[in-house]
């Protein structure tokens, strides 16, 4: 998007986005937008020590211990090949999944896997949930037979229970595959945004994944918060970039004030510079 076709919707406006991957290029999106950012990265993405789940996977997939693998992540799946490939050529880890359905849950592990020259059986499409991913199962054609098989699951930050249950409702036995995980960041920037909501300093929350709800909910809870976050959002827009962390707020008694049409990052800025003002007027006025 040229400059001259960005709107400044968000002027005089203050912002708080808990980007942690993607933090300066949210910090530009918002500030091209006329918008002041604030971007406190809510969490630290680290490997698992000794990547013993990933080599675990590679060792029973070798030995045709599943029938289908899913990968939920982009970032997960190379940090799953990195690990793997410590101990394997990469040919004989293409090679097995190939042998295999292999499903994807959107276009980051597609991208992924087709650099990796993996052949995709399933592709979920948006908002890519885990009633979307179960959909696409229930729903492709040919059949992807659950009963019975098992499925080895590329996880990512928390566990995805639900998505778990759903399969093992289906008859498919599931074996979780954390090849990553999430941490608290280090530094005090994420707690001082924290602050920023109780003492009213933010008009705008932007929220990308449902990782950090859990994060901004656990140092609250923690800081004794919790409660005074809740009512500082009240007064604050809730923007949320899809469906999965519309969940994750819906879970922690927060309510969504809107998402943009696609789950993109830019997609998110735009719309929010769009009807953020007018939003944020009705909501006000709404709470008083």
């Known amino acids: 998007m040229s400059p001259e076709n960005v709107n400044r919707g968000l002027a005089g406006l203050r912002l708080l986005s808990l980007e942690s991957r993607r933090a300066d ?47 939920l ?3 997960g799946t ?12 990469r040919e004989k880890l293409v090679e097995a999944l190939s042998r295999l359905p ?40 040919p059949r992807v037979p659950l009963p019975g098989k098992r ?15 759903g399969l093992e409702a289906r008859g498919a036995l599931v074996t979780p595959v954390p090849v990553y995980q999430w941490a608290l960041p280090e530094d005090i920037g994420f707690q001082r945004a924290i602050q920023a909501i109780v003492d009213g300093k ?8 449902a990782n950090q709800v859990h994060n901004l909910m656990e140092v609250a809870t923690q800081s004794g918060l919790e409660e005074a976050v809740r009512r500082g ?22 309510a969504t004030d809107m998402e943009p049409i696609h789950p993109k990052m ?19 006025a709404q709470f008083g």
């Open 78 to 89: 190379r940090i799953l090949f990195g690990a793997v490939e410590t101990k394997h050529p």
């Open 73 to 75: 992540t982009g970032v």
């Open 102 to 141: 292999v499903v994807a849950r959107g276009p980051k592990p597609v991208a992924a896997l087709r650099e990796f020259a993996v052949p995709i059986a399933v592709i979920v499409p948006e908002p890519n949930t885990w009633r979307d991913i179960l959909r696409a199962l229930d729903e492709h054609q």
């Open 25 to 71: 290029q949210m910090a530009r999106l918002i500030e091209n937008h006329g918008g002041v950012g604030l971007v406190a990265p809510s969490m630290r993405e680290i490997p698992l020590r000794d990547n013993s789940a990933a080599l675990s996977f590679a060792e029973d997939l070798f030995a045709g211990k599943f029938d289908a693998v899913i990968f």
């Open 266 to 284: 830019g997609q998110l800025v735009f719309e929010t510079a769009e009807k953020a003002k007018v939003l944020l007027r009705e909501k006000r």
């Open 151 to 165: 499925i080895a699951l590329q996880e990512y930050g928390v566990s995805n229970r639900e998505l778990i249950h």
């Open 202 to 209: 933010i008009d705008v929350l932007l929220i990308t994944s």
């Open 233 to 254: 959002l009240q007064h604050t827009l809730v923007v949320s970039v899809g469906p999965i962390s519309t969940e994750d707020l819906r879970a922690y008694r927060i």
